[in-house]
Structures are given as C-alpha cells and as structure tokens.
C-alpha cells in the first residue's frame, strides 16, 4: 500500500493505473477505522480495480464546541488495517492540502434544503463542512465511484444531491449500516460510551424498529409513534434530540402512504451523540 499527503504525487499514481485501465474507487474517511469502514472498502474493491482510502479530519464539518480537537486519530493502526485489506493508497493530506487557500478563504458548498433540519438543526455548518471537503476530496482523486456508509444517512442524500447538481462524474454507492452484535450501529463515538452506556446504547435501534413496527400495524400515526420512541429512550437515559418518519428520498414528512420512508434518530448518551436510521422499503 502505498501512503501520499500530496495530491500531486496521488493524481501521478492515479493517471498511471488508468492508463492500465483500472477503476478507481475512493472510501473518504476521517480515520479511527473500524470494521463499518473496512466493509466500506471491501465494497469498494468489488467496484473497482484501485482502491484509494482518504483520512482527513475535517475541521470545518465538526460545530463550535464538538469534538474536532480530542476526535479519536490512530493513523498508525488505521494504516495497517488498510494495509491488511490489500487497498492500494491511503491519501493522509495536511490540512493545507485540502484547504490551501486556508478555512477563512474556502469556497463553501451550501445546499439549504436538505442541511438546516434533522441533525443539521444541533450541528450548525456541519453539513455546509461535509458536502466541502467531499466536493474537494472527489475533485483530488477523481474516482469512478465513492463508497459511504447509511449510518450516516442525512450526509448520503447531501453528496448524492452535490453530486447531481454539480455534474461530479462520480458515481455513488452507499453501503448497509454495519452494525454489533446486539444492533449498536458501529461508530467511532461509540468510544466515548462508558460500560453502562454501552449497554443501554441498543436501545436506539431498538426504538427505530418499534417505529418501524408501529407503522407496519397500522393504526397510529407517525408523529405519535415517533412521540413514543422519544419517550422510550429518555426512559432508557438517552437525551434524544429527535426520532422523525421521513420520506427517504427528500427527507420531507412521511406520507404514510408513500414508500421508502425513513425513520431517524438522534440522542445523546452520556459523552456521545449517537445516530441511527432504519429504511422502510
Ligand atoms: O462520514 C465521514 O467520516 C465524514 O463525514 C466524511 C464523509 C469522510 C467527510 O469528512
């Protein structure tokens, strides 16, 4: 595997594997990878020839008072578990690299109608930071396809929307929620939960798939179910910050009646903020 922190050096590499005709496939992450990360790469590797894993964390994505300066960095391991999974490049740029022009200068990258609700209404500029430095990252590598992870579902629909709006030649490709044993959708904040958070911390799924069920049987409508989901989790010690029934293709309130849907949910849990969906087909 070979490692770059310069585009210059990465886009030489690059031109010389398609010119061998190999697809490029890139996994945009911000490290401390896990296995939902290494199942993103594996989905990418059956996609393309070349596999290219970025790790940039991204300051501009994370609000003021989040966890940009203490969010967990293990570029050693990460690199090896990359290298154990046969990817051909791990881009590990300088802040300087992706914003060279420095943060206060950036082109920003705005889309008001799917990044101020939902997780966008406790985490302001977050988005506006995601859909920047991906725009910036697809523009660096140049890849035929992009793998990202449903966990994060609300950031999916802000790339797919950036990258048919402005014409990205990217095709993307979003991988199932990888998840433990016990249904804990893996995240690297699941490192902040202390033994009995961890233990409680199921029960954010759980809440979704009583949503889920709920609608199924019909009978309630969906703002009562999702009233019933925030009252179970505040129960089980979670601070939620919001459970909604979306349509899942724009995200507006559900139509009952109309598929896929979506239900959401995101809460706090001691020292994390946990998210979690669940797609109604
Ligand atoms: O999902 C993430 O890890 C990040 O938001 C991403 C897409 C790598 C952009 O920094």
Request: net charge neutral; aromatic share 6%.
């Amino acid at each position: 595997m070979q490692a770059f922190s310069r585009v210059e050096a990465l886009r030489a590499q690059l031109a010389a594997w398609r010119r061998e005709g190999a697809r490029i496939a890139l996994v945009p992450t911000m490290g401390n990878l896990h296995e939902g990360h290494l199942e993103l790469v594996r989905q990418a590797a059956r996609e393309a020839e070349r596999v290219v894993v970025s790790i940039f964390v991204n300051p501009t994505q994370f609000a003021p008072g989040e966890d940009f300066a203490s969010y967990p960095r293990t570029p050693d391991a990460d690199r090896q578990a990359l290298a154990r999974e046969g990817v051909d490049a791990v881009f590990l740029p300088v802040e300087a690299e992706v914003y060279p022009l420095g943060r206060a200068a950036a082109t920003r990258v705005s889309i008001p109608a799917l990044m101020d609700d939902l997780c966008g209404r406790s985490r302001p500029g977050h988005f506006e930071g995601v859909a920047t430095v991906v725009l910036r990252l697809l523009n660096m590598v140049g890849p035929d396809v992009a793998v990202f992870g449903q966990k994060d579902y609300q950031q999916q629909l802000v790339i797919r929307h950036l990258v048919r709006d402005l014409n990205i030649p990217t095709r993307i490709l979003v991988a199932p929620t990888s998840r433990e044993d016990d249904g804990l959708a893996r995240s690297s904040r699941n490192q902040y939960l202390e033994p009995a958070e961890r233990a409680q911390a199921p029960a954010l799924y759980a809440a979704l798939r009583a949503v889920a069920d709920g609608l199924a049987e019909g009978g309630r409508s969906p703002a009562s179910l999702c009233a019933a989901a925030v009252a179970t989790l505040r129960d089980a010690g979670f601070e939620p910050e919001y459970v909604e029934l979306r349509d899942a293709a724009t995200l507006a309130p559900a139509d009952p009646a109309r598929r896929p849907l979506v239900v959401l949910a995101a809460a706090r849990l001691g020292r994390a903020r946990l998210i979690d969906n669940l797609l109604i087909a």
